[in-house]
């Protein structure tokens, strides 16, 4: 698994079509035709072949770590297969990022994502100082 993490001043995506890569991938249904945040944690992520469990779980703890040092209530969820060549199954890549949707499900972080499964056109607006963009392996 993959990341790359930033402290946006603004994001905002809007889906422009339906995915057709990699082959088989099955999009959510569309929330709505655009989502933004504004002062949130962007993470973008790829799941790679091998990911299992505990990748999911580090990944996870690396967010609300990250969350809580940049003091910061709003996450933006933003699967992203461009971070890899080595992609998990779409079946796999969309159970760990439901997973991960759920794992936020019990916490008092706002969480939104951006549409898995979907060509989206996108607006970042990220901070400049250290360390508000970081890149993971898990």
Known sequence: MRALLLHGNKFKTTVVEESNYPEG???EVKKSGNEQMENCL???FTVEKGDGEDQLN?????????LDQMGLKKIMIAPFVHLSNNIASPADS???YEKLMSKFSNTDYEVKSSHYG???SLLLDIKG???????REF
């Open 25 to 27: 991938i099955d999009p």
């Open 42 to 44: 962007i993470a973008f």
């Open 58 to 66: 580090k990944f996870f703890n690396e967010l609300t770590s990250s």
């Open 94 to 96: 969309k159970y760990f």
């Open 118 to 120: 979907y060509h989206k």
């Open 129 to 135: 100082y250290p360390g508000s963009f970081r890149y």
